[in-house]
């Protein structure tokens, strides 16, 4: 018979393995664990002293750490005090020149032990660029103590600085800031000796300092931060590919406000010659036993095992098809009884192979039938489940265009607010749509748009972050689905303002991150919003928030673009485009108009009693002041560093000098001081200088050339006065 006529539903037959290796196999197998608990035992006690070794290094080293933060943090906390004590007795006597002295003398003294010294307002925000700068003073501020911050935001090497307060009749009026640089040098110093890598981290893992490039950067769990942050050291060992490392993490207080994540590192490849040669002998002897005791076992073994080499001969000829194959040499032992039970059970497999064949034949035929149903019946489920997705997807798509459609329609806010609640009613059938906007600085949420509810019953709602579904939506910046508002106890029903029914889905838009606004959407149905309509308005306020915030930017870049970024003016360029819509408009009507050109006396000179930042503040409060007392129809400009430009409407030179000295008088009486945080009063004064179009001249630039004349010649006077251009007539236009 051949191989192709046997059935193709036999078992296959198990992994072959003779009868000398299951009588070998147990014996090597005894030999090799014996070997091998020996070998391991001795391998893991090496280890195990190596790791011991290892970590009374870290150890040593996290230690020393330890006391070299405490010992810089005294320092800095010591000459804080003492600087805090010396400001309170610099500014008691002032005049005393031993004071003076004294303060050369402990600048010197803080100079030699590598710290700087700084001096900053109590509120630096918006000021300095370094975040954990403004944060450390936000605490200082809230506490009235000093604290500890260890950053690497001033420049490319890590710095641990402390912030004091100063005060001023019981008011923080200054923060003293001291600076100590603690960088790769100063690890290095620390760990060298003991050839650990160190690395300084912050909570959230961000390296600020190594020691050298060669520490490994691991990523911690939030549960292994939480044990590091109980103050138990977390040990953790490292494969890197090439060496194995163990790594020591803890935590080094900061005094009570701030604390830094510590990463030690050691080479684990450091076994002595001696631990492995032995390991390497006691291999090379347990390998010797097992080959010297297989080799005797299986040439004792083979001469029993052989009438069961034929039985299994046998066996594999009737398996591959040969059914008329018979054990020939038969011995009489219990061996020899199986092979003649052999040739009688091959005897009647041949007579019955024939039948089962065709037993088989059937049943394969009735299987294919019934699996070849089974599988048309699979497929037409999945027909109808992508017919469905299609109709849904096409849903989504007709919904998104047409909302395009509505967004590309208009870049004005409150048309784009129509449009979107308009398309947002049309796609999804709501019986209420509330469009919520968000002002980014701050945490609140106002009602912009609405439908079907009353918009004036609404116009004065307003949601902090922590009110209602509303508010958990932005906070979290994700959809909130509510089934039954009834049955949900953050329904605030818009703060009492409307009754809302059914269900109710509350989707935030958010885009890059950035909080735009929410919309609510109302049906008074329960559980009314279907998985594709949630997925649905999930796209819809995707594709909303964007437009939102397109439209949002371009109206802020078209205010830009006419505002001075330090005054909040109009600039030089707004001025002079109003400027000749004025001149074309007098010359149509025969009106006339005035300029007045203003300069601050003596800016300068307050610019460097008061520095930079105070001299902008200062030039906001003229601007703001210049502003206040001029008339809604005015445009009030800043031309220059400290110099403003006002346009007066159908003004001659008389009323312009009269409005000009209106605003010389004003700024003159007003006190400066609480602008620019003065201990005294500030005063200052203004120069003006007017020109009349057209009487001093229809040019538009020799008219601004006549006012800054007259402004130079009011300098002249003495400054504080209001100069009318009076010169000779200039030449034609």
Known sequence: MKAADLPQSSPKPQRFRSLRSKVLLPFFLLIAALCASAIWGSFHLADRSFKNSVDERLAATQEVLYREFKKQELILQTYAVIMQQFQSLSERFQSEAEIGILQDRLYNTLEDSNISTAFYPADIRGLVPQKSLVALFDQVRRSNKARFRYSNEFGTVPVLMVAAPLHDRGRITKILLLRTTMGEAFLRNVSSSLNVNVTLMTIDGQIMAKSNDKSTELVLTPAQINQIGNGQPLYLDHDTGKTPERHLFSMVPLGSSDMVLLSLEASLDGKTDLQNSTILR????????????????????????????????????????NLNHRIQDISNDELGQIAMSFNQMAADLENSYQMRTNQDIAIALDREAASTKKILEKMERERDKINEELNIIQRESKAIYQLNQAMTSSIELSVLFDRILQVLNEILVCDHIVLLAHNLGDSVLEVVRTTGLDVDALSKVRFTFNQGVTGEAAQSQRTIYVKDIDKDNRNLSYHGQVVTRGAMISVPLVVKGRLVGVINLHKRQIDAFSTS????????????????????????????SNTDELTGLSNRRHFQEILKREVAQARRFNSIFSIVMCDIDGFMKHKKILGNIHSDALLRQVGQSLLKNTRGIDLVSRFGNDQFIILLPKTDKKGGIAAAEKLRKHISDEDFSRHIDYDTTFKMTVSLGVTEFPGDSKNIYELLNLADRALYAAKQDGC??????????????
Do not use: H
Request: hydrophobic fraction near 45%; glycine fraction near 6%.
């Open 282 to 321: 006691m291999v090379a002897i347990m390998i010797a036993v097992i080959i010297f005791g297989t080799i005797f076992s299986f040439r004792r073994i083979s001469a029993i095992t052989r009438p069961a080499r034929d039985l299994y001969n046998a066996t594999e000829a009737i398996s591959r098809g």
């Open 720 to 733: 504080n006065c209001t100069v009318g251009w009076e010169g000779p007539a200039p030449g034609p236009e």
């Open 533 to 560: 309509e949630q997925r649905l308005i999930q796209a819809i306020a995707n594709q909303t928030a964007l437009t939102i915030d397109n439209a949002q930017l371009m109206e802020k870049s078209r205010d830009l």
